[in-house]
Every structure is written in C-alpha cells, then in structure tokens.
C-alpha cells in the first residue's frame, strides 16, 4: 500500500493554469477509474472535487478539471486564483480492495 | 451540508487504548459506505479502513490491521473506530468520511478529533 507519488509543492500566479500529477500503480491508478481529488486548506477538513478522475461533484468549479493516462492522473486548475492556495491530494481505490492517498502537493498563488 | 461529528480523541498513553466515535445527521446512514482517514501533523491524508452499509465488508490499511477495528450501528446514526496498542506514531487527526458511491470518492468529511500517544 504505497503511497500515490505527488510533487510535493507547485506554485503559479493568478489567472494562470496548473497541473498538478499524481503517479501510481497497475493496482492502482492505472487499474480502475476511481481517482479522486481533495482540496484542504490549513485546520481544515479535506473538501471533494474531483471524482471518478474527471467528474466534479456539484458546487465545485469548473476551473478544476481531471484526467487520467496510464498510471498517472491529474488535477488542472484554471484561472488561478489567491483562493486555490491550499494542499491538494490525489487518492485511489486499490486492487486489494482498499483506498490510498497521495502525500499531497501545495500550491501557492504567487 | 451533511455532518459528521467525531468525538473521543484525547491524550494516551503508547499501548493504551481509545475508542472514535462518529455521529451523522442529515442522511440515511445506513445506506453509505464510511472510513476513518488520518493525519499525522504537518503531514499527509492517510486512508485507515472502511466499513460497508451493512458491515458485511471491512478494509484496513496494513499499519492498522489488527491494532483498530471499524464499526457502525445504523440504528444509532454512528460510526466507530477502536484504536488498541497505540503508538507515538498514531497522534493525528482522525477524520471520519462518507463514501458518497461515486467512485470510491468521500464526499463529505467530519471536522476531525485529535488523538495524542504520548508518555
């Protein structure tokens, strides 16, 4: 059960996009369509955003946006805003049946 | 918003024991998937274990396996988590999360209950 790879910072100046990758397995990533994206911000509880690779849940954003090749997934953020400075977390369903993060990249708005 | 309240963290003793409590409103409990995630601070989300609408299915993540055991009880609206034979590296923040049925994805998040293992 190893970790997702994620970079671990990524920075960007407002109205700009991001990409942020998130790196695992044949058991993993690559495996299934059930990729998700989480936002937190600092004390706060993780927030849904992106599920099932590339489908975002309602009341989210457009700007955010996902996708999937191979085993790697990824999260896009459009028109960066002084708001999406947060850390970000990819996670996946595994083949052994249970669930596994990323340790997580922080983006800075610059 | 759908809440999730957790409550038991505290300060304990390595080796000791706790017990996580979880208490939902504002949806029908019993039909939802639930998990407990953990973070260490300063440090990432770390998935501990689920538990299925009718408990027939449990999954733990390896550093857990056969230290803390997940459970539920639908007629109560909660969702527990039995933490034995701590260790200085379980002190985090457990979270408690719904399993929307999306993708394995969770949807909605307790605030969280600090558990602290130290001597």
């Known amino acids: 059960q190893s970790a997702l790879t994620q970079p671990a910072s990524v920075s960007g100046s407002p109205g700009q996009s991001i990409t942020f990758s998130c790196t695992g397995t044949?058991?993993?990533?690559?495996?299934?369509?059930?990729v998700s994206w989480y936002q937190q911000h600092p004390g706060k509880a993780p927030k849904l955003m992106i599920y099932e690779v590339s489908h975002r849940p309602s009341g989210v954003s457009n700007r955010f946006s996902g996708s999937k090749s191979g085993n790697t997934a990824s999260l896009t953020i459009s028109g960066l805003q002084a708001e999406d400075e947060a850390d970000y977390y990819c996670?996946?369903?595994?083949?052994?049946?249970?669930?596994?993060f990323g340790g997580g990249t922080r983006l800075t708005v610059l | 918003e759908v809440p999730l309240v957790e409550s038991g963290g505290g300060l304990v003793q390595p080796g000791g024991s706790l017990r996580l409590s979880c208490a939902a409103s504002g949806f029908t409990f019993s039909l939802y998937t639930m998990n407990w995630v953990r973070q260490a601070p300063g440090k990432g989300l770390e998935w501990l274990s689920y538990i299925r609408e009718s408990s027939d299915i449990r999954s733990y993540a390896d550093s857990v396996k056969g230290r803390f055991t997940i459970s539920r009880d639908n007629a109560k609206n909660s969702l527990f988590l039995q933490l034995n034979s701590l260790r200085v590296e379980d002190t985090a923040v457990y979270y408690c999360?719904?399993?929307?049925?999306?993708?394995?994805?969770?949807?909605?998040w307790g605030q969280g209950t600090l558990v602290t293992v130290s001597s």
């Open positions: 996670s996946s369903y595994t083949s052994s049946s249970t669930r596994v």
């Open positions: 999360a719904r399993d929307g049925g999306s993708g394995w994805s969770l949807d909605f």
């Open positions: 044949s058991s993993d990533v690559g495996a299934y369509n059930y």
